[in-house]
């Protein structure tokens, strides 16, 4: 199960998966810069929002994938169909209700939060579309967590690059007004994002049904609603869900502090964040894969080899993201050139760039030991850690950004405050914590 051949097996289309989805982002951010600097750190500020709220449907599905993975290690599959069926219909009134709350909360919050007015206006020009991603966002994480519960994680990867280059194709289109559309800036960019996301999940929608073996899990089938189900996985993914939302909300916070500092660090914190989010894809994929091998490991009663599993995912993480960060720290210009031809932008990017480049290797590692943390099914103490390190996170970043205004490459080492803080106590639980005591 854990052999280095099957971690690759289930991480590489994971990886394939992050990568199809981040070039989303890249071709977001790099479209506009092309725009202005206005609408790049509008981008940020409201793709951040956006995926802070998205984190809380996300958060649900983590619980999903946790009790499927377990179901799956313990070869009950008819108890698989029950958890995704009733995780589908709990997602889906979730994001009606979170829309609901979009659509009077956002311009009230927004106004509270930025100050810049080029840039508030960019934000809800942005939002007022992207929110009804929600609608198709949620469920799409459902068949995400099915899929990487049950190891068969290749269909994650076609979904992925057909996301990426619908995206794409939209962004090109309606970004800056071809093949006859109007030209619509940044709002482009937020109808692009809806579009993607219902182009995949109609594709998952069909490979479920015509590509799975929907009788041997009970997939798709509503013969009730089952509470129960529903309650069982709401206890386990509850403190994953504020712990992702609160995660997300503080980096959210992280951009309204830099705004503060002026729209250009505005701009080329959203340059390093995509950056950023595109060196985090391989231990993002290996801590995914820790998570639900973890989970699978536990429900196949082999806990003795979850420790030893961990510190080897995390060798291997280690020689991937080694080789990305000499890149990355030698060649800043070349990777703000994919974002920009502004020099003063470009020249304005290599400090953040070079800390984001070292941070990497803090994240990776620290990913992946919280992920096992997760895996082991006992997300209160996940959700304990996270806390505590975000109180420290936020704290460092007011006091760089605002008490004692720094450079934004200063502001940006809170990275390696967050990760350093989140890995040591959760390595420290996995070798002295009542883990092996869980049962879900």
Same mark, same amino acid.
């Given at each position: 199960m854990t052999s280095n051949k099957n971690i690759f097996k289930i991480t590489y289309p994971i990886f394939l998966t992050l990568l199809a989805q981040n070039i989303i982002n890249v071709t977001n951010t790099a479209f506009l810069g092309r725009v202005g600097e206005v609408e790049l750190g509008a981008s940020?500020?409201?793709?951040?929002?956006?995926?802070?709220?998205y984190m809380?449907?996300?958060g649900f599905s983590q619980g999903a994938q946790i009790l499927i993975g377990r179901r799956n290690g313990e070869k009950?599959?008819?108890?698989?169909?029950?958890i995704f069926n009733n995780s589908l219909l709990f997602n889906f009134l979730l994001s009606v209700i979170i829309f609901g709350f979009s659509v009077k909360g956002v311009p009230h919050i927004m106004k509270l939060l930025v100050s810049s007015e080029h840039v508030y206006n960019a934000s809800i020009a942005y939002l007022n579309w992207r929110i009804y991603g929600f609608f198709f966002s949620f469920i799409n994480v459902i068949f995400r967590g099915l899929y990487v519960g049950i190891t068969q994680t290749r269909i994650l990867t076609t979904s992925a690059v057909l996301m990426a280059i619908t995206n794409i194709i939209f962004d090109y289109t309606l970004i800056f007004g071809h093949f006859g559309f109007p030209q619509l800036g940044i709002e482009g960019a937020g109808i692009s994002s809806v579009i993607a996301e219902a182009v995949t999940?109609?594709?998952l929608v069909l490979h479920t049904i015509f590509r799975t073996n929907m009788k041997l899990y009970g997939l798709l089938e509503f013969k009730k609603v089952e509470l129960k189900t529903?309650?069982?996985i709401l206890n386990l993914s509850i403190f994953i869900m504020f712990q992702y939302f609160i995660s997300i909300s503080t980096w959210f916070m992280f951009f309204i502090f830099i705004e503060r500092m002026g729209e250009q660090p505005l701009a080329v914190s959203n340059i390093g964040r995509s950056l950023y989010i595109l060196l985090m894809i391989p231990g993002s994929a290996l801590s995914t894969?820790? +998570? *639900?091998?973890?989970?699978?490991? !536990?429900?196949?009663?082999?806990?003795e080899e979850v420790i030893p599993f961990i510190k080897r995912v995390i060798r291997i993480v280690l020689l991937m993201v080694v080789p990305l960060l000499l890149l990355t720290f030698a060649f800043p210009q070349l990777f703000a050139r994919i974002y920009t031809d502004d020099a003063g932008l470009i020249l304005a990017c290599i400090p953040v760039m070079r800390v984001v480049s070292v941070a990497m290797i803090f994240c990776a590692v620290g990913n992946i030991i919280f992920n096992g943390v997760s895996g082991t099914g +006992? *997300?209160?103490?996940?959700?304990? !850690?996270?806390f505590l390190t975000l109180f420290f996170y936020l704290s460092y970043v007011y006091y760089t950004a605002i008490i004692h205004p720094s450079s934004v490459a200063v502001v940006w080492m809170s990275e390696f405050v967050y990760w350093t803080i989140i890995g040591t106590p959760g390595y420290w639980y996995l070798l002295k914590g009542n883990w092996r005591k869980k049962e879900i």
């Open positions: 940020a500020i409201g793709g951040v929002f956006y995926f802070a709220i809380i449907g996300f009950n599959y008819a108890q698989i169909g029950p999940l109609v594709y529903i309650l069982t894969s820790v +998570n *639900t091998l973890v989970s699978n490991l !536990i429900g196949a009663g082999r806990k +006992n *997300t209160r103490t996940a959700f304990a !850690i996270e």
